[in-house]
């Protein structure tokens, strides 16, 4: 699935069965609680912090996924076309960053 699927796939569901969009503050705000949720996963999978008997059977892959859907309505909701907006990116960071990396010490 493309990034453009993915937007428009997110897009007709909440057209059949969310009704609509939240606000972008409501949506920033889900996206946030979601980011708590996988960062609570990672620190008890892979630091130091022990699972509680509510974390027991949830899963990264679906925290990320829940991250990504919520991402995807504030970039369909904002007119932000996604593939676009990641290109672009890609493209900042790597005339940006293109040795900064490889000359970094820590990383060797």
Do not use: P
């Not at 969009?21 to 990672?42: C, K, Q, S």
């Not at 892979?46 to 504030?74: P, W």
């Amino acid at each position: 699935m493309t990034l453009q699927e993915a937007q428009r796939l997110v897009d007709n569901w909440i057209k059949d069965n969310g009704v609509r969009y939240f606000n972008e503050l409501t949506n920033m705000a889900i996206l946030t609680e979601e980011v708590g949720e996988v960062a609570r996963i990672i620190s008890r999978q892979y630091g130091e912090q022990s699972f509680k008997e509510s974390d027991k059977g949830k899963q990264l892959s679906d925290e990320l996924a829940d991250v990504l859907f919520v991402l995807i309505c504030l970039a369909n909701q904002t007119g932000i076309n996604l593939t676009d907006a990641l290109q672009k990116n890609l493209e900042k960071k790597t005339s940006r960053d293109s040795t900064r990396h490889k000359e970094n010490e820590k990383l060797k």
